[in-house]
């Protein structure tokens, strides 16, 4: 039995997902995973990679606890999934919150 642990650095995106959804499947079926604890410093990134990464981090906490741990920066899209937790430890000097959006029309 263990906790695992995710870090989530720098710019989230498509490449982001790709890389992290393996291994957020293998903590939700393994039953030898018996936690998660996300190692998050990013300023956010897209919102749509922000959300299926989220999702995912729902359905991981209705079976699992998870944690966060904010190093740094945790801001948008990056507190967007600290926001999945059950609880949020950080810093006082860390950057915690803000989330935005921007749209662009023509």
Not at 24 to 37: A, I, Q
Not at 53 to 74: F, M, Q
Not at 75 to 88: N, T
Request: charged letters at 15%; one cysteine or more; hydrophobic letters at 40%.
């Amino acid at each position: 039995m263990y906790i695992a642990t995710l870090n989530i650095n720098g710019t989230i995106n498509q490449n982001m997902v790709s890389r992290i959804m393996p291994v957020l499947d293998y903590v939700y079926n393994k039953n030898k995973v018996r936690g998660l604890v996300l190692i998050i410093n990013s300023g956010g990134g897209d919102a749509n990679s922000t959300e299926i990464i989220y999702n995912k981090l729902r359905k991981i906490a209705e079976k699992k606890p998870v944690y966060s741990s904010i190093l740094g920066t945790g801001a948008s899209g990056a507190y967007w999934l600290a926001c999945a937790s059950e609880k949020i430890f950080a810093m006082p000097t860390s950057i915690v919150g803000s989330i935005g959006v921007i749209s662009i029309s023509a």
